[in-house]
């Protein structure tokens, strides 16, 4: 379906975000020497073997004690190291929540809690490790920075940038193979949303996976006539908010896609600013308060209602309640 | 090592009881218990043993650094900081207070100098300390790392992920210590969940393990900080079994899990006080 349509971006190659981030570790590495990495036992999954490799001394196996890594970079913050922390998304979060709470953000710490196979996307693993509250914990404490980004390219930028950025931020990305449609080395700002597709009927706002699925649907809107604007929210927290409502101002009315539960998801982030400054109709493209289950990333993502056409859907949804 | 004779650190520990008695009492909460227990070791650390600069700072390279796990011994903590000059002892009176700094635990989010990491929620301060020890490897710093635990919060799975860690990476350069005052919020160690051999536990881990079976004897104190010192740099975390009793220097809390967090009142404040001699003048 993807290949008759006149797409907005398109791609040659397919990566895991999870990739983008291990590259962009080794080049952070080469380029700050206070640049540290612990990793809990996940090394291959989350590709810090070449950071490892090169960096002996910088890089720390933790094991299966995600409770205990998350103190030691709080710790390592002390006498100037930048921590990079890696494991699965779920391990890097739930498991940890307390640890994250007090001795990262509360302290006010320059930790770097990067988690990788969030979301349905995980696939065959099933449920128990499809996290889809992360980012809803992560944005609610004070401090922290969440950032999701959404292909290998953009991934590896905001590993990169997280170096340069003091405090305590999240950086979540995942599994699966995944189009490379935005540019390589290109400038990623933290908190700044990126306009991809300028549009005037309706407004979808993307983050991580799903904001392929948004290019996607802005094709399909397209074909039927109606004109989408898609904005990557690579940051939930700080948000964009004026970009969001100079959007909105625009097109009258939003989606919200994610790899995420509705609640405290994305969607609840825009709801609030909308709420706030510019009341108009929002639809939901999220999990709706279930866990997922064993399955490819792409029968996950059409059963639990998180695909380009559900997009669409949604999207008609908000221009009728205009 | 700071020049300090036996006698004048332990009127310092007088005083510094005293202010942690009134700090308590001012706000009718905290948690006198284990500060009595700690503060000669407290004192110790703080007046002599460790190098540190009270002109706080952040990193605290080539300084030896302090962190506490416990957080619940905060008004001891705050009193040992404030009498090295860290802040003013007159601060010692917004302790638990609105708009202060220093907060029901320790926090690093108002500023007070000398605190490093927040703590209270149990189990976390041990991981924190050894990564700021391996740092201090990394920039080839030759200070030491110093942590203070609860016996009760041996309870928490973290404390042993990163009892097991230390070892495997050769974390030598630093020192814990274990409050084994044997009391814990709802009673006795022994029958809220009995820690059983601690020292066989740590030194299973692969830790090396020395007692000062007199916590509150400022000798016996020095004496197994030397000790402890001397075992540092050889391949292997080192644990103090720091046995001290819980509410010392007050002959109605000690040797009790009762005044773990509990205030005195105006009498037993005085009371208390009239056994401690106010040696630097209260705050």
């Keep these: 379906m993807e290949k008759t349509l006149d797409l907005k971006f398109t791609y040659t190659e397919k990566k895991d975000t999870r990739s983008g981030f291990g590259d962009g570790l080794l080049e952070a590495g080469r380029k700050n020497p206070n640049v540290v990495g612990l990793c809990a036992d996940l090394i291959g999954s989350l590709k810090m073997g070449a950071f490892q490799k090169e960096f002996p001394d910088r890089f720390f196996q933790v094991g299966i004690a995600e409770a205990n890594m998350i103190g030691l970079a709080a710790g390592m913050t002390i006498g100037g190291k930048i921590p990079f922390t890696g494991t699965f998304a779920n391990f890097s979060t739930g498991r940890v929540y307390d640890q994250i709470r007090q001795s990262v953000a509360y302290s006010d710490k320059n930790v770097k809690i990067c988690a990788s196979h969030a979301g349905l996307t995980l696939g065959e693993d099933g449920a128990t490790h499809q996290i889809l509250e992360d980012v809803g914990m992560m944005k609610m404490l004070p401090h922290m920075t969440v950032i999701v980004p959404c292909d290998y390219n953009q991934t590896k930028a905001a590993t990169l940038a997280l170096v340069d950025h003091v405090g305590p931020a999240y950086l979540r990305f995942g599994r699966p193979v995944w189009p490379i449609f935005t540019p390589a080395n290109q400038k990623f700002e933290i908190g700044k949303a990126w306009k991809m597709i300028e549009g005037k009927d309706v407004t979808i706002f993307a983050t991580g996976h799903l904001v392929w699925e948004a290019v996607v649907a802005e094709a399909m809107l397209r074909e039927e006539g109606i004109s989408a604007e898609v904005i990557n929210i690579h940051t939930i927290k700080p948000l964009d908010e004026e970009a969001i409502l100079a959007s909105v101002a625009k097109t009258g009315c939003a989606v919200a896609a994610e790899e995420h539960q509705i609640n405290g998801g994305l969607g609840d982030s825009i709801a609030q600013v909308l709420v706030r400054n510019h009341p108009a109709p929002l639809e939901y493209v999220g999990v709706n308060d279930s866990f997922g289950e064993s399955g490819t990333p792409t029968q996950l993502l059409e059963k639990y209602g998180l695909n380009a056409a559900n997009i669409v859907k949604a999207a008609k949804q908000a221009v009728s309640r205009k | ?283």
Excluded at chain 2, 107 to 115: D, I, N, S, W, Y
């Design chain 2, 1 to 283: 090592m700071q020049q300090v004779s036996i006698d004048q650190l332990q009127k310092i520990s007088s005083q510094v009881r005293r202010d942690c008695l009134r700090m308590v009492h001012a706000v009718q909460s905290g948690h006198p218990g284990a500060a009595l227990g700690l503060t000669e070791y407290f004192v110790a650390l703080f007046f002599k043993e460790m190098q540190h600069n009270n002109q706080f700072d952040m990193d605290g390279k080539g300084e030896d650094l302090f962190f506490l796990s416990n957080g619940h011994v905060s008004a001891l903590w705050y009193s040992v900081l404030a009498r090295n000059g860290y802040f003013s002892t007159e601060e010692l009176g917004t302790f638990r207070k609105i708009n202060s700094r220093l907060q029901g635990h320790p926090a690093t989010h108002e500023g007070l100098p000398g605190v490093r990491i927040a703590s209270g929620s149990l189990g976390q301060g041990l991981s924190v300390a050894i990564g700021a020890a391996q740092v201090k490897k990394l920039n080839q710093d030759d200070k030491l790392v110093y942590v203070v635990m609860g016996d009760g919060e041996q309870q928490e799975g973290q404390i042993w992920e990163a009892a097991m860690y230390a070892a495997h990476h050769h974390v030598d350069n630093i020192i814990a210590a274990i409050d084994y005052n044997g009391q814990q919020i709802d009673g006795p160690t022994k029958k809220v969940m009995d820690l059983k051999d601690l020292k066989a536990k740590w030194e299973a881990f692969g830790w090396e393990v020395i007692s000062i079976e007199k916590g509150n004897d400022m000798a016996a104190v020095l004496e197994g900080l030397a000790k402890a010192k001397s075992m540092t740099g050889k391949g292997k975390p080192v644990l103090i079994l720091l046995h001290t009793e819980m509410g010392y220097g007050v002959d109605f809390m000690v040797g009790t899990h009762k005044w773990h967090g509990v205030a005195p009142s105006d009498a037993e404040l005085e009371n208390a006080l009239s056994q401690l001699e106010e040696t630097l003048g209260d705050y």
